[in-house]
């Protein structure tokens, strides 16, 4: 029989990274790490699956620092994996499947598509998809009559076009050359393969570290649940370019959830992340099912009441140490998921044994996070809440929430009934998701050059915990003072 109690946890605020010897530089230090066994990222952070945090501009703005965001899935299939496609069509050397436009559609209709994909023009293409033209903004802007035919008004064939394949710096002198700003490729029957905009070459130069697919697209993951058109869902996101999917749950460690990662995985080939767990056992559950990697943590959010309502969890560094355990010898990353208040807590999320960590409270307050701005009294918040609140897990306008399954309540009919373990609040405005990236990332290097660890798997493997008392968490923020300017990475709580 296992013992009726396990050792004690541990979480953030217990433990401190013991300083180790540093023989490198501080610009030597490589933040690279994997979400799962395939997908990379350059920086360990996601942004976590929630409707106040997750959406296509915070997965962009995610992916251009180097991470990855994983969009949530409180929303129709079609509306989420219209997200997914948002994302891989943001930027990338080439967009490998340009939008196109019928010449018999009408300026109205170009208008309409090129706002829905805030796009600035479009190859026109009949229905073998043989490029006719090109409508741009340039052959648009001053035409008043918007009923007119896309063919009356577009500039045809011969274009400057490419061949498939084209080096970046041949389409880039194509583009300098003819003073245009978009390159369809053909191939040599004419038919469109492709499109390279001088948009995408500028933004690629703008982020230098921008998580990539193999054809220059960002990355981005997407969540399903484990009821009802769950597995639809997940070929629907798999379909519109997913990177990986996790399979999202507060119960990671049941059958239900194994069952659904197993699924998909046989039935795709895209990486398959499960969760949460906080045990070895349930990490050890989710290897057996074959997945790519492993989500960890119950209670530890920000938001989160599981651990008060229901009385379950694991302190979040003690979870860690141990689902990591199981997932080492099998070779599967683990994602630390949430918990975390600064930029500290990230290395202490490696130490422990993740790979890389999921972000929702520190997150939901950026530029890029769903929802607008508020102001009270002369501050500026933005909202935050569970997706195991009631207001997430409520039917709204007549349209069921998706969020119940996460906590296993899809079948409960009425509002009234639902068992919350998520609370709705607001936290401060914090800005475009850059600089917060930029504290984030600045401190977790400063973190690895104190461990000593050159790569996050050097710091993981190396880095030592001290366990502190309550004095030795007094002493480690600052005291005996009264704080006159904020720091952009310190707030006491
Ligand atoms: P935090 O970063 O501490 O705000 O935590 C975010 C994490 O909390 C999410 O990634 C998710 O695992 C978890 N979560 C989301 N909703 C709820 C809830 O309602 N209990 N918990």
Redesign the pocket.
């Known amino acids: 029989v296992p013992a009726k109690f396990a050792t004690l946890g541990l979480t953030y605020d217990d433990v401190l990274l013991l300083p180790g010897a540093a023989d490198m530089a501080p610009h030597e230090i490589d933040t690279a790490s994997h979400v799962s066994r395939n997908v990379k990222v350059n920086v360990p952070l996601l942004s976590?699956?929630?409707d106040k945090?997750t959406e296509a501009r915070m997965a962009i703005a995610m992916a251009r620092q180097g991470g990855a965001g994983v969009l949530h899935r409180n929303l129709s299939i079609e509306g989420q994996a219209y997200q997914v496609d948002q994302v891989k069509r943001s930027e990338s050397g080439m967009v490998a499947d340009p939008i196109t436009i019928h010449p018999d559609a009408t300026l109205a209709e170009a208008d309409a598509l090129c706002a829905r994909f805030r796009i600035s023009g479009v190859p026109v293409t009949n229905g073998d998809n043989k490029l006719l033209g090109i409508v741009t903004n340039r052959d648009m802007a001053f035409e008043t009559d918007r009923s007119q035919r896309v063919r009356d008004i577009m500039t045809p064939m011969p274009l400057i076009t490419g061949k498939v394949g084209i080096s970046r710096d041949d389409a880039m002198e194509l583009l300098r050359r003819h003073k245009i700003e978009k390159l369809p490729l053909v191939d040599d029957a004419g038919v469109l393969k492709g499109l390279i905009t001088v948009k995408d070459f500028v933004k690629a130069e703008k982020y230098p570290n921008a998580a990539k697919d193999g054809e220059g697209r960002l990355i981005v993951g997407a969540a399903v649940g484990v009821a009802g058109d769950a597995f639809e869902r997940a070929q629907a996101l798999v379909a519109a370019g997913a990177d990986f999917i996790v399979v999202?749950t507060?119960h990671g460690h049941s059958r239900l959830v194994a069952d659904m990662a197993a699924k998909i995985k046989s039935n795709t080939s895209v990486d398959v992340v499960a969760?949460?767990v906080a045990t070895r056992d349930g990490a050890q559950a989710l290897v057996d099912a074959g997945v790519d990697g492993i989500?960890v943590?119950v209670?530890?959010?920000?938001?989160?009441?599981?651990r008060v309502v229901a009385g379950v969890g694991v302190p979040q560094v003690t979870a860690i140490y141990e689902a990591a355990q199981a997932a080492r010898d099998a070779g599967v990353p683990v994602i630390g998921?949430?918990?975390?208040?600064y930029s500290g807590d990230i290395a202490k999320a490696i130490v422990a044994g993740a790979d890389t960590v999921?972000?929702?409270?520190?997150?939901?307050g950026c530029e890029e996070s769903p929802g607008e701005l508020l102001f009270i009294n002369g501050k500026q918040f933005k909202s935050?809440?569970?997706?195991?609140?009631i207001g997430?897990m409520q039917t709204r306008g007549g349209t069921k929430s998706y969020s119940k399954d996460?906590?296993f309540q899809e079948e409960v009919k009425s509002d009234e009934q639902l068992i919350?373990?998520?609370?709705e609040g607001q936290v401060p405005y914090r800005g475009p998701l850059s600089s917060v990236v930029h504290q984030l990332v600045g401190g977790l290097r400063q973190s690895m050059f104190y461990v000593g660890g050159r790569t996050i798997p050097e710091v993981k493997e190396n880095g030592r915990f001290v366990r502190i008392t309550a004095a030795g968490l007094k002493e480690s923020h600052p005291h005996d003072i009264q704080m006159t300017t904020e720091a952009p990475n310190y707030s006491p709580r």
């Open positions: 976590a699956a929630m945090v999202d507060a969760g949460n989500k943590g209670g530890p959010g920000s938001i989160c009441t599981t998921d949430g918990g975390l208040q999921m972000l929702g409270s520190l997150l939901a935050y809440r569970g997706m195991g609140s997430a996460r906590y919350a373990e998520g609370i």
